[in-house]
């Protein structure tokens, strides 16, 4: 996918969970190359905030689900978080 500005990214849909929440988003990556790993994000020092799109909220404790077009995440928060398999 290419933004306005000509700089190529993919989107990969992720998993985060905090103490109380899981959240399923999707994260923009460099296509290739340098940062263009989900855990390389995850590992970025300089970033303290996740921003993810698409994203649905669930408790973990059960209960219906909500859905924002974009959210950011405080990666203190975050017990775990991984990638989910294309297609899921």
């Known amino acids: 996918m290419e933004e306005a500005t000509g700089v190529e990214h993919r989107i990969e849909r992720v998993v985060f969970e905090t103490d109380r929440l899981r959240i399923v988003g999707d994260v923009q990556l460099p296509p290739e ?11 970025r020092e300089d970033l303290s905030f996740v921003p993810l799109v698409n ?9 219906e689900a909500k859905r924002y077009p974009f959210l950011t995440l ?11 398999p294309p297609g899921e």
């Open 55 to 63: 994203v649905e909220v669930s408790p973990l404790a059960g209960g």
């Open 33 to 43: 190359g340098y940062q263009s790993r989900f855990s390389d994000l995850l590992n």
């Open 74 to 84: 405080g990666k203190a928060h975050v017990l775990v978080a991984y990638p989910l």
